[in-house]
């Protein structure tokens, strides 16, 4: 039964993010607020109704917001609850904390929410206590903004806007003239700033198509004229729309940001439309005026953002389902985007994926395709895959499943795209993924000094349970040479052994090997020699290169698994089981 004294928070969630739900309630009650949550409150013997009555009486509730919790049938009258009594927000009895993308709608689209997407666990508590402040006012004075204030100065009182689209369609003398003559306001006289009506006459010129590269000229710009956005943000702003973008850019009201800003969509835009030039003539107007009408900002030269110069990531976490459905669905596949230059994870609709093993490779073809176009405009070329699999399918002869090229011709996954196998069960592990950010330390001195390929530990015995977490303490990694165990059982407590111990790379071979240990080991240091260690796109194709070799049977049945302290995928615990009393 649910204690009758009012909490201050409940927490409201679905059970596919009861991990997230769990983390929060223990950060606000570490903080000293107390908490009502079901995974903890709602007891066996209770009556359920009773007890979400009572929960939905605390001073404010939680939204633990994701796709699953927004589709959920039972979560909404939670959240209603809340709203019905500020409706207006003015009491915010509703915190919405969005854990996994995903875009409210109806009436939650206008309420504010806590970010938590891609957010390291210091940072995600941090935002946590920001958000419960009842102003977001800094603890030290701001830094006096005197270029800005000097500028100001000599700006003149009223601000051209620099015309239409429809006025740079004129025949090219007509044109000629008009840049000889002054632009005509279109918004009137108004601040030294740049105002809300000129930017939505910019934005007027960008399509949907083009928000991929507008979004990252707004990161450029503000790269230049502030610092990483993100860093300067911790809040996380979206970043969605085009609409959030041109929102953004006039509430900062900065001159020199809109400049540099719209110098960066030019050259995105150009090289976007190499095939087919564009006309950008307006944006290289409007630039020129506001620059020019604001004292004289200066013109500095953009560079695009080259293609290739940036390596992607498509992250898929296989996650056992624990039941097997009618279909024979066994397995959900969870996938996220990153981009090397990016900070944060990059959002893209790709849905969840809920299918038997075999079937993972159909879905896996529009997944890499997908990815690749989203990621293009951040200058990634083709990308690697990251496969992050449970134990038990660690040994799964991945390079062998069958995907679609671009023109739909089967290909099997090795030769299709490069790719590397990481541990699933390492990212339900914080205090392994804290010993693997120690032991990446050390490979990454080891690579420097490039002494890695000799400091990796060499098992030339088969080891017996309990053995490697010995052997491999502070190791940059394994190479395991011997033959194991050919019962599955045998040989899963081996590998649970490498995962447990966190060691960032590690090489063995598949029961299916017939080489001799010297074989083995040349292989393994061949592989290891030949690539960037703390490089996964590189060591992907190396170890891609190896396997399509002639005759080399060796490489073929060589099995690794990598991890590093970054990239890691976005989903619910699998260690806690579901609780059937939370909505589905």
């Not at 928000?211 to 004229?225: D, N, R, S, T």
């Not at 439309?273 to 107007?285: A, C």
Request: charged content about 25%.
């Amino acid at each position: 039964m649910v204690d009758s004294e009012t909490k201050d928070f409940f927490v409201s969630y679905n059970s596919a993010d009861r991990a997230w739900a769990e983390w929060i309630a223990w950060v606000f009650e570490e903080k000293g607020y107390s908490v009502i949550i079901q995974a903890w409150d709602f007891r066996p013997g209770g009556n359920f109704i009773l007890d979400m009555q009572r929960a939905t009486e605390a001073e404010r509730t939680v939204m633990v917001l994701s796709d699953a919790y927004l589709q959920a049938s039972y979560t909404q009258p939670e959240w209603a609850a809340a709203f019905k009594q500020d409706p207006e927000s003015e009491a915010r009895k509703l915190l919405p904390i969005r854990v996994s993308p995903c875009q409210p709608q109806g009436m939650l689209a206008p309420v504010v929410y806590v970010d938590l997407v891609g957010k390291t666990e210091t940072e995600a508590e941090e935002l946590l206590m920001v958000a419960l402040q009842e102003r977001a006012k800094p603890r030290t004075r701001p830094v006096f903004p005197q270029e800005e204030a000097a500028r100001q100065r000599v700006t003149p009182k009223t601000v051209s806007f620099p015309g239409t689209t429809a006025e740079f369609s004129e025949p090219a003398e007509q044109a000629e003239a008009s840049e000889r003559s002054v632009v005509q306001p279109l918004v009137g006289p108004h601040s030294s700033k740049v105002s809300k009506a000129d930017w939505l006459n910019l934005f007027d010129n960008f399509s949907g198509k083009d928000f991929a590269y507008v979004q990252i000229a707004f990161l450029c710009a503000f790269k230049v004229v502030y610092g990483d956005f993100w860093t300067i943000r911790p809040d996380h702003p979206q970043l969605s729309e085009l609409a959030q973008i041109r929102n953004l850019l006039t509430s900062y009201d900065n001159p020199q940001l809109a400049v540099q800003f719209v110098g960066q969509a030019i050259v995105e835009l150009q090289r976007a439309s190499e095939d087919e030039p564009r006309d950008l003539t307006f944006l290289q107007r409007w630039r020129e005026t506001v620059a020019e009408v604001h004292g004289g900002i200066a013109l500095t030269k953009t560079e695009p953002i080259v293609p290739g110069i940036n390596q992607g990531y498509l992250l898929l976490a296989l996650k056992e389902s624990g039941r097997v459905t009618k279909e024979g669905a066994s397995v959900t596949v969870f996938s996220g985007l990153h981009a090397t230059g990016v900070s944060n994870s990059i959002e893209w609709d790709a849905d969840t994926i809920t299918c038997s093993l075999d079937q993972v490779a159909e879905h896996l073809s529009d997944l890499i395709h997908k990815a690749e176009e989203v990621l293009s405009p951040y200058g990634c070329g083709r990308i690697t895959v990251e496969l992050f699999l449970p134990c038990v399918y660690l040994e799964e002869n991945v390079a062998d499943w069958e995907v679609q090229n671009e023109q739909q011709r089967p290909r099997s996954l090795g030769r299709h795209r490069g790719f590397v196998v990481r541990s699933l069960d390492r990212v339900f592990s914080k205090p392994t993924q804290t010993v693997l950010s120690q032991n990446w330390q050390l490979l990454e001195d080891c690579v420097k000094a490039q002494k890695a390929c000799e400091r990796f530990h060499l098992q030339d015995t088969c080891p017996e349970p309990g053995d490697l977490e010995v052997f491999l303490e502070e190791q940059p990694g394994l190479k395991l040479v011997a033959d194991l165990p050919e019962d599955s059982e045998q040989r899963q407590d081996i590998l649970y052994d490498i995962i447990n111990s966190a060691v960032p790379i590690a090489l063995w071979s598949s029961p299916a090997c017939d080489g001799t240990t010297d074989e083995r080991l040349t292989e393994f240091e061949t592989l290891l020699s030949a690539s960037q260690l703390t490089d996964f796109a590189n060591l992907a194709q190396q170890w891609r290169r190896r396997r399509i070799q002639v005759n080399n049977m060796t490489a073929k049945q060589l099995r690794l698994l990598c991890d590093c302290p970054e990239r890691w995928p976005q989903l619910p615990d699998k260690r806690r089981e579901d609780d059937l009393l939370v909505a589905s």
